[in-house]
C-alpha cells in the first residue's frame, strides 16, 4: 500500500518569502514522487517529480523539492514566494514496483502568500 | 498541443439518474487515469484505462465504470447516483502506463446531485 500526508492544512507567507510545503510518503518499494499545482476551477498542473539520483529536484515556476529517503520526506520550496503562487499544493506518490499510473494523493495544503 | 479536455465542465444530475463525462487526452497518449475530488474525502483514484483496456480500479462501487475508445478518448459513468457523488471529476492523461511518467489533468467535471 501506498500513502501520502501533507501535515499542514494552509501554509501563510509573505511575499518574497521562502515558502515550503511539506510532504511525507510511505511505499512498500521505492517511490516515484510529484508535486501538483490546483488553482480555483481548474485541474492540476504538474510542478516537478523525482525519480532516481539527485535528491533536489528543480522543477516549474521556480519550485523545487528535496527527496529524503531517510526521512521519507519530499518537502517543495521555493526561495521567494510571489502572491501568484496561493494556491492548492498536493504532493502524489507510486510505488516504482506498481504496475499503472494509479497516483495516491495527500489531502493537500492551501498555500496564502500575503502582499 | 492541446491539453486534456472534459466535457461537460458542469452536471446538475437528480438522485438515481445515471451520468456520462467525457475526457480526451493529450494527442498521442493512450493512457487515461480517473479521479473523485472531494472536500471530504480529497483526491481518489477512479481507474485507468491504457490501449482500451482497464489497467487499474480503485475502491469504488460498481456503479461507477468507465472505457476507452480506439482514439483514447475516455468515457466515465456513473449510475443511480448519489447524493455524496457530488465532486470534481478530473482526467488525467500520460504517454504511457507505469514508471515515472506524469499526468495532465484535465479542468474537470464539476458534477452536482440533488
Known amino acids: 500500500a501506498q500513502s501520502v500526508a501533507q501535515p499542514e492544512d494552509q501554509v501563510n507567507v509573505a511575499e518574497g518569502n521562502p515558502l515550503t510545503v511539506k510532504c511525507t510518503y510511505s511505499?512498500?518499494?521505492?517511490?516515484?514522487l510529484f508535486w501538483y499545482v490546483q488553482y480555483p476551477n481548474r485541474g492540476l498542473q504538474f510542478l516537478l517529480k523525482?525519480?532516481?539520483?539527485?535528491?533536489l529536484v528543480k522543477g516549474s515556476y521556480g519550485f523545487e523539492a528535496e527527496f529524503n529517503k531517510s526521512q521519507t520526506s519530499f518537502h517543495l520550496k521555493k526561495p521567494s514566494a510571489l502572491v501568484s503562487d496561493s494556491a492548492l499544493y498536493f504532493c502524489a506518490v507510486r510505488d516504482m514496483k506498481a504496475a499503472g499510473n494509479k497516483l495516491t494523493f495527500g489531502g493537500g495544503t492551501r498555500v496564502l502568500v500575503k502582499p | 498541443k492541446a491539453g486534456v479536455t472534459q466535457t461537460p465542465r458542469y452536471l446538475i444530475k437528480t438522485r438515481g439518474q445515471q451520468v456520462t463525462l467525457s475526457c480526451s487526452p493529450i494527442s498521442g497518449h493512450r493512457s487515461v487515469s480517473w479521479y473523485q475530488q472531494t472536500p471530504g474525502q480529497g483526491l481518489q483514484f477512479l481507474f485507468e484505462y491504457f490501449s482500451e483496456t482497464q489497467r487499474n480500479k480503485g475502491n469504488f462501487p460498481g456503479r461507477f465504470s468507465g472505457r476507452q475508445f480506439s482514439n483514447s478518448r475516455s468515457e466515465m459513468n456513473v449510475s443511480t447516483l448519489e447524493l455524496g457523488d457530488s465532486a470534481l471529476y478530473l482526467c488525467?492523461?500520460?504517454?504511457?502506463?507505469?514508471?515515472?511518467?506524469?499526468?495532465?489533468f484535465g479542468p474537470g467535471t464539476r458534477l452536482t446531485v440533488t
Open positions: 488525467a492523461s500520460s504517454s504511457f502506463s507505469g514508471g515515472a511518467n506524469e499526468q495532465y
Open positions: 511505499v512498500s518499494g521505492n517511490p516515484y
Open positions: 523525482y525519480i532516481t539520483g539527485d535528491n
